[in-house]
T-cell receptor
Framework: DQQVKQNSPSLSVQEGRISILNCDYT??????FLWYKKYPAEGPTFLIS?????DKNEDGRFTVFLNKSAKHLSLHIVPSQPGDSAVYFCAASLNYGGSQGNLIFGKGTKLSVKP | DGGITQSPKYLFRKEGQNVTLSCEQN?????MYWYRQDPGQGLRLIYYSQIVNDFQKGDIAEGYSVSREKKESFPLTVTSAQKNPTAFYLC????????????FGNGTRLTVT
């Protein structure tokens, strides 16, 4: 059973508008979340992360929101640019007595930003 | 320029042959990882190594083997026991293991016929 779910395989957005990518998780013990961006034929690139002690983390145009009660996180990209077109992976990990466990990845959402 | 180098980018093998995928990093990272990506799937962990001369199985280790004799190198062997070896393989490293972001190489696409 998938522990990290990205229910939208694809998303299309107009340049300049906001892109919102969603991720749901089932294990309430997850306490560290990351977003990665992947272009075709390349490895994923780390984008932004958030710890469960926070509900928001911002880095330039990228903001990640965490709603622990809903077991939901989202990545907002404002404003969206054509170069943001890529597959975005959500990932989560557990803390085992002070040590993080391995990352569990979602299946990804393909974002297309139209000029 | 620091980074992770995976070679070759494309690899073709006949069924029944073992094949070794190379992964080298010059980031001075302690931990290294191997993931597999299949179409429409997330990344699944094959093996990881938090330190030289030590490695652990991931979620899908069957049919694979690794070694970590040097800090900068973490080769993955896909053996003939792996039932569905055709996939995109990604190597990654991180400064200190889980809890620090992974840095990925550009992957090797392995096709076995």
């Amino acid at each position: 059973d998938q522990q990290v779910k990205q229910n939208s395989p694809s998303l299309s957005v107009q340049e300049g508008r906001i892109s919102i990518l969603n991720c749901d998780y089932t294990n309430s013990m997850f306490d560290y979340f990351l977003w990665y961006k992947k272009y075709p034929a390349e490895g994923p690139t780390f984008l932004i992360s958030i710890s469960s002690i926070k509900d928001k983390n911002e880095d330039g145009r990228f903001t990640v929101f965490l709603n622990k009660s809903a077991k939901h996180l989202s990545l907002h990209i404002v404003p969206s640019q054509p170069g943001d077109s890529a597959v975005y992976f959500c990932a989560a990990s557990l803390n085992y007595g002070g040590s993080q466990g391995n990352l569990i990845f979602g299946k990804g959402t393909k974002l297309s930003v139209k000029p | 320029d620091g980074g992770i180098t995976q070679s070759p980018k494309y690899l073709f093998r006949k069924e029944g042959q073992n094949v070794t995928l190379s992964c080298e990093q010059n980031l001075n990272h302690d931990a290294m990882y191997w993931y597999r990506q299949d179409p429409g799937q997330g990344l699944r962990l094959i093996y990881y190594s938090q330190i030289v001369n030590d490695f652990q199985k991931g979620d899908i280790a069957e049919g694979y083997s690794v070694s970590r004799e040097k800090k900068e190198s973490f080769p993955l062997t896909v053996t003939s026991a792996q039932k569905n070896p055709t996939a995109f393989y990604l190597c990654a490293s991180s400064i200190r293991g889980w809890g620090s972001p992974l840095h990925f190489g550009n992957g090797t696409r392995l096709t076995v016929t």
